[in-house]
């Protein structure tokens, strides 16, 4: 069993590493005829999605010129940055849950955080244009996709694979790194996610809706390779972060677990209060 839940996770890491990788195959700091030629073999590598490279294509219809490139590519680099840690940490909690029988089914509990990601995945490529957006979401399956930007406003519309329309907003404030991005779906709102840099790393939230209207808080304190992970669920959609919370700020979810070193501590969803020591997997 405990390999099953470790191997559910590190699959929906794959995913997610798979859905980015556009952002960081297409990165380039030269001319952008460079940007577009690697756009190009992205979306040939990806077959049918080739089309996504053309300007006068059905699937991109950018509704105005991106002013301020620059800024995109600040918000790109930035959310990898903390996608990175947060990646991280959550490899080493999954991993960490599984060798305590009290908590193996807690590892479940972090899916919806890998998996968001994906809906997630045009943030890492604003600083590359409207093309390379278009490569992210078509290798999805999205269609008729248009992005957009009105000051601090990035937009990115789309059709997802079964026919829904989508809408990811993204909205960054370069001097506190803190980005805040809500995604729509059908209309209604289901992913509201924010990171906010702190003393001692980052502070993050997710509130995420399922399908059938449950709604769960995930709430995120993260300091290198450590930190905490509270869980509520049928939450209400929580106030934004200010960047003053205290690490330990997920403890007040009536779910949590945490990693200092090698010391997990957790309160399970069932009231079990835990501690323990785990012996991290060596590196090959």
């Not at 849950?97 to 998996?115: C, D, K, Y």
């Not at 997920?250 to 012996?279: H, R």
Request: hydrophobic share 40%; proline share 5%.
């Amino acid at each position: 069993m405990k390999r099953v839940v470790v191997m559910l996770v590190a699959m929906m890491l794959c995913m997610v590493i798979i859905g980015c990788s556009p952002a960081q195959n297409q990165r380039t700091n030269s001319e952008p005829t460079q940007t577009a030629g690697n756009a190009v073999e992205a979306t040939n590598a990806a077959g049918n999605t080739a089309k996504a490279t053309d300007t006068d294509s059905d699937i991109v219809k950018a509704t105005e010129p991106v002013d301020d490139m620059a800024d995109a590519e600040t918000i790109s680099k930035a959310y990898e940055a903390y996608s990175g840690v947060k990646t991280e940490f959550l490899t080493k909690l999954a991993e960490a849950l599984t060798q305590n029988e009290n908590t193996v089914w807690g590892a479940m509990s972090l899916l919806p955080l890998v998996s968001v990601e994906l809906d997630l995945v045009p943030i890492t490529l604003l600083g590359q244009g409207k093309q390379s957006i278009a490569v992210g979401l078509a290798v999805m399956g999205a269609s008729d996709i248009e992005y957009s930007e009105n000051g601090g406003l990035h937009r990115v519309n789309y059709t997802d694979k079964d026919g829904g329309p989508c809408s990811l907003d993204v909205t960054y404030d370069a001097g506190a790194d803190a980005l805040v991005c809500t995604h729509t779906k059908d209309g209604n709102e289901n992913i509201y996610a924010q990171y906010q840099k702190t003393i001692f790393g980052y502070a993050a939230q997710y509130y995420l809706v399922n399908e059938e209207g449950a709604a769960t808080l995930y709430q995120l304190s993260l300091s290198a390779e450590d930190g905490m992970l509270g869980i509520l669920k049928d939450a209400s959609k929580p106030p934004a972060l200010t960047g003053g919370e205290e690490a330990d700020f997920p403890k007040a979810c009536p779910q949590w677990y945490a990693i200092t070193g090698q010391t997990v501590t957790a309160l399970t969803s069932d009231g079990m209060d835990l501690s323990f020591e785990y012996n991290p997997t060596p590196a090959p």
